[in-house]
Structures are given as C-alpha cells and as structure tokens.
C-alpha cells in the first residue's frame, strides 16, 4: 500500500471518527432535555401556597 491511500484512509477514519463524535454530543443534548422535561418543576421561588394540594372536598 503506498503512503497516498494509507494518508487518505487515515483521514477518512478521522472524519468518521469526527462525525460519531458530533452524533452522540447531539444525543447525549437531547436526552439531557428530555430529563430535564421530566423533571417535577422546583417550588422554591413559588409563592405560599402555591403547588400544594388542593382540598376537593369543599
């Protein structure tokens, strides 16, 4: 194999390479949001009263 095909075979594998890397970054965001999403919302910064449990008797 003469040095021209094994400089472009590396920089196929590292353009791949660079891809994958980019894909799973991606992923990993969305899945991050998707958590996110999921989460209860935090009630500190509400007022009194709000978020608690409503009395549906009355």
Do not use: R, Y
Request: proline residues 5%; glycine residues 10%.
């Amino acid at each position: 194999m003469d040095i021209a095909a094994l400089a472009v075979g590396l920089l196929a594998q590292q353009t791949q390479s660079q891809i994958g890397t980019a894909v799973l970054k991606q992923q990993l965001n969305s899945q991050a949001q998707v958590l996110q999403l999921l989460q209860p919302p935090s009630q500190a910064n509400l007022g009194p009263g709000v978020g608690g449990n409503v009395d549906i008797s009355a």
